[in-house]
């Protein structure tokens, strides 16, 4: 058995809207054209202008029906006014010649759709003309004025429902663009979102690979260097085996980065003493920290980037300039916290680890300082080069 109901509901759209509202228009035409050919209350009969007049109407209510609902395109919006502003003339003609009260639903109709159609002015003066048209005809075949004018306010009645859907109709598109609008705005908030998450991740890869990667690096190819010379053995193994305690560290600094990622940054001043220690252990260079306290008022991404900054520079003082002392200066202050890394001239020849990596250390370092609204300025400072960052302090909570 078909549900006839479910099918022709607007939610399952079994059948499309316009196909849905043209047998309605059609039927209303028809029970319109019925009632002012077979209604003899008036003086007048319909006779042959009025049957004329009568199918103007309905031949204009056809066009005007299938150019909304069925073909708008083939037959055209200037044949849809035309039929139109016809329906409105020959209706308020038919009415206005003392006809049953059936035919003031033509001119009612078109000043309907007109006023739904086209803006207040244009409609507004087409109803004008309809409602004059009514008046006058009405005078010529001296028709009983009082009903003329009841058709004339019958008429704008209708005229103001088209004006109460137009605002309807418009609303509702406002509130569609509106619902669009904002469907895009979260769809680019959303991107945007991703694309930062997926830097921020990208820069996490980057310097926890950068470090243990490069401190392994150094020792392999010591290693490496003593086995083939065959002179020192033991050192060499002495080699791989710090190696894999950087292996294990590597591992370790991956579940740090991982717990940054989940903002859950361990104190600033230890990992910058574990930073120093390690450096010392794998290079033998001097490593001073100066980091007489911890920041207490910045966010975890801020403090993060702290550390990174020294990390990164520490990877590059091994590359670029083996075996020089470098200090560690941590400065706390209520206006901002300042890390600062130095490094002195090198004391050992560069290796191939110099050109290494992408050179993304930097770039990646200044994306932090920024993300966190500080400010990152390295350069060389006499002999040796100057990491130094700035992170203004976070302000207090209400």
Same mark, same amino acid.
């Given at each position: 058995?078909?549900?006839?109901?479910?099918?022709?509901?607007?939610?399952?759209?079994?059948?499309?809207?316009?196909?849905?509202?043209?047998?309605?228009?059609?039927?209303?035409?028809?029970?319109?054209?019925?009632?002012?050919?077979?209604?003899?209350?008036?003086? =007048?009969?319909?006779?042959?202008?009025?049957?004329?007049?009568?199918?103007? $109407? $309905? %031949? !204009?209510?056809?066009?005007?029906?299938?150019?909304?609902?069925?073909?708008?395109?083939?037959?055209?919006?200037?044949?849809?006014?035309?039929?139109?502003?016809?329906?409105?003339?020959?209706? %308020?003609?038919?009415?206005?010649?003392?006809?049953?009260?059936?035919?003031?639903?033509?001119?009612?109709?078109?000043?309907?759709?007109?006023?739904?159609?086209?803006?207040?002015?244009?409609?507004?003066?087409?109803?004008?003309?309809?409602?004059?048209?009514?008046?006058?005809?009405?005078?010529?075949?001296?028709?009983?004025?009082?009903?003329?004018?009841?058709?004339?306010?019958?008429?704008?009645?209708?005229?103001?429902?088209?004006?109460?859907?137009?605002?309807? *109709?418009? #609303?509702?598109?406002? !509130?569609?663009?509106?619902?669009?609008? &904002?469907?895009?705005?979260?769809?680019?908030?959303?991107?945007?979102?991703?694309?930062?998450?997926?830097?921020?991740? %990208?820069?996490?890869? =980057?310097?926890?690979?950068? =470090?243990?990667?490069?401190?392994?690096?150094?020792?392999?190819?010591?290693?490496?260097?003593?086995?083939?010379?065959?002179?020192?053995?033991?050192? %060499?193994?002495?080699?791989?085996?710090?190696?894999?305690?950087?292996?294990?560290?590597?591992?370790?600094?991956?579940?740090?980065?991982?717990?940054?990622?989940?903002?859950?940054?361990?104190?600033?001043? !230890?990992?910058?003493?574990?930073?120093?220690?390690?450096?010392?252990?794998?290079?033998?260079?001097?490593?001073?920290?100066?980091?007489?306290?911890?920041?207490?008022?910045?966010?975890?991404?801020?403090?993060?980037?702290?550390?990174?900054?020294?990390?990164?520079?520490?990877?590059?003082? #091994?590359?670029?300039?083996?075996?020089?002392?470098?200090?560690?200066?941590?400065? $706390?202050?209520? *206006?901002?916290?300042?890390?600062?890394?130095?490094?002195?001239?090198? &004391?050992?020849?560069?290796?191939?680890?110099?050109?290494?990596?992408?050179?993304?250390?930097?770039?990646?370092?200044?994306? #932090?300082?920024?993300?966190?609204?500080?400010?990152?300025?390295?350069?060389? $400072?006499?002999?040796?080069?100057?990491?130094?960052?700035?992170?203004?302090?976070?302000?207090?909570?209400?």
């Amino acid at each position: 058995m078909i549900d006839w109901p479910a099918r022709w509901s607007t939610e399952h759209r079994a059948v499309p809207s316009k196909y849905r509202k043209l047998p309605t228009q059609l039927v209303a035409l028809g029970f319109v054209t019925w009632g002012v050919a077979t209604q003899r209350n008036h003086a =007048h009969a319909l006779g042959p202008l009025g049957a004329i007049l009568l199918g103007i $109407c $309905c %031949a !204009s209510w056809i066009v005007w029906s299938a150019g909304l609902y069925l073909a708008p395109r083939r037959i055209g919006e200037r044949a849809v006014i035309a039929s139109v502003v016809v329906l409105g003339l020959a209706g %308020a003609v038919l009415a206005g010649l003392d006809m049953p009260s059936w035919a003031v639903s033509f001119p009612a109709a078109a000043s309907l759709s007109m006023a739904i159609r086209f803006g207040l002015r244009t409609s507004l003066a087409a109803v004008f003309g309809f409602g004059a048209t009514i008046v006058v005809t009405g005078a010529l075949a001296r028709s009983d004025l009082g009903t003329g004018v009841a058709y004339v306010f019958s008429m704008f009645g209708f005229f103001g429902l088209g004006l109460g859907r137009r605002a309807q *109709a418009q #609303r509702a598109a406002t !509130s569609e663009q509106l619902l669009a609008e &904002t469907r895009r705005a979260n769809a680019e908030q959303a991107h945007a979102a991703a694309l930062a998450e997926r830097s921020r991740i %990208a820069r996490e890869i =980057h310097d926890v690979l950068a =470090h243990s990667l490069s401190a392994l690096t150094v020792q392999l190819e010591a290693a490496d260097a003593l086995l083939t010379s065959g002179t020192n053995p033991d050192k %060499a193994h002495n080699y791989v085996i710090t190696a894999r305690r950087i292996a294990r560290e590597g591992l370790t600094e991956t579940r740090r980065a991982i717990a940054a990622l989940r903002e859950d940054t361990p104190p600033l001043r !230890s990992l910058l003493r574990g930073l120093a220690d390690t450096y010392e252990s794998d290079t033998g260079a001097t490593v001073t920290v100066i980091a007489d306290c911890d920041p207490t008022n910045l966010q975890p991404d801020a403090s993060l980037a702290l550390y990174r900054t020294a990390q990164e520079s520490l990877t590059n003082a #091994r590359k670029h300039a083996p075996g020089a002392a470098i200090e560690l200066a941590l400065d $706390c202050s209520e *206006a901002a916290t300042e890390l600062t890394v130095t490094n002195a001239a090198a &004391t050992a020849p560069v290796t191939t680890l110099a050109s290494s990596g992408g050179g993304y250390g930097l770039a990646g370092l200044k994306e #932090r300082a920024e993300l966190a609204g500080g400010t990152l300025v390295a350069g060389p $400072c006499g002999d040796g080069w100057r990491v130094s960052l700035r992170i203004p302090a976070r302000p207090a909570q209400p």
